[in-house]
């Protein structure tokens, strides 16, 4: 090889090192995926953490005042959606033999009842509705949720560091739910006249929205999300308390932190 030729390649020579040394460095220093064993192990422990849950401390000192029905305020108020209530609604459980999932679906049912008979509804008159079954979910499953995610591509390529901030952001959304506590997914369906939140009844039954008996399922048409939106149910002996979580910790939050009640 001539001496110009040998220069010439010198420098190509040197990149094709220096990438080589630069790849092992990086491959060195790169985290490491984490297994679907690890990933489970820290969405535990960030669970474990009362801060990772929205109104821990309120929700874990809970009042006997809040599923008292004597201290309801009796003044009707306008509910401008059915999915996310304002005020609380509350049930006594005569009996003392409901279910959690008997009372929610109960307590739905006055909801429904209170915003028809009061001529409640905020740009709409519920006409007619039905109540399905809800479904419950205590803190354990709402847990099992995030460890479903676990070996999935949404999880698999963040570090450990990234992985307890997505848990951190995840729990945070829900409440954090003490012993006799749940979030609620409804299930009905209603007829109105009107519009619920921007929606006329008469698009919902030209879209085929509509069963047999002109009833729309209504947490379905809004794609309810109950991990950002959730209902809460209360128990406390044998007294329900169902209300949007966000209007009950704006009710009780100040109180927890040392204010009045809002």
């Known amino acids: 090889m001539q001496r110009r030729d040998y220069f010439l390649l010198l420098p190509a020579i040197l990149a094709v090192l220096l990438g080589v040394c630069l790849w092992v460095v990086w491959g060195?220093?790169?985290?490491?995926?984490?297994?679907?064993?690890?990933?489970?192990?820290?969405?535990?422990?960030v669970?474990?953490?009362?801060?990772?849950?929205?109104?821990?401390e309120l929700l874990?000192?809970?009042s006997p005042?809040?599923?008292?029905?004597?201290?309801?305020?009796?003044?009707?108020?306008?509910?401008?959606?059915p999915l996310s209530p304002p005020e609380p609604f509350f049930l006594v459980d005569g009996s003392r033999s409901l279910t959690p999932e008997a009372a929610a679906r109960e307590a739905i049912h006055g909801m429904l009842h209170y915003i028809r008979a009061n001529?409640?509804?905020e740009g709409y008159?519920?006409?007619?509705?039905?109540?399905?079954?809800?479904?419950?979910l205590n803190r354990e499953e709402i847990i099992q949720r995030a460890l479903a995610r676990c070996g999935t591509r949404e999880l698999n390529k963040r570090t450990e560091a990234q992985l307890r901030a997505w848990c951190r952001g995840f729990f945070h959304r829900y409440p954090g739910l003490g012993e006799d506590m749940w979030m609620v997914e409804p299930a009905f369906s209603v007829k109105w006249s009107g519009e619920i939140a921007s929606v006329p009844y008469e698009t919902c039954v030209r879209s085929g929205l509509a069963d047999g008996d002109g009833l729309v399922d209504l947490p379905h048409l809004f794609r309810y999300p109950a991990r950002s939106s959730p209902?809460?149910?209360?128990?406390?002996?044998?007294?329900?308390?169902?209300?949007?979580?966000?209007?009950?910790?704006?009710?009780?939050?100040?109180?927890?932190q040392g204010g009045q009640p809002a």
Not at 29 to 39: G, M
Not at 47 to 56: I, L, N, T, V
């Open 28 to 45: 060195q220093w790169e985290p490491r995926p984490l297994d679907k064993e690890a990933q489970a192990g820290i969405i535990r422990q």
């Open 65 to 81: 005042d809040w599923t008292d029905p004597r201290l309801a305020d009796q003044a009707v108020r306008p509910v401008a959606q």
């Open 125 to 136: 008159q519920l006409l007619d509705f039905k109540v399905g079954e809800p479904r419950l």
């Open 60 to 62: 874990h000192r809970p």
């Open 119 to 121: 001529s409640a509804g």
């Open 47 to 56: 669970a474990e953490q009362p801060s990772s849950w929205r109104g821990w």
């Open 231 to 256: 209902l809460l149910l209360i128990r406390q002996g044998h007294q329900y308390r169902l209300q949007h979580a966000e209007a009950f910790f704006a009710q009780y939050e100040a109180e927890a």
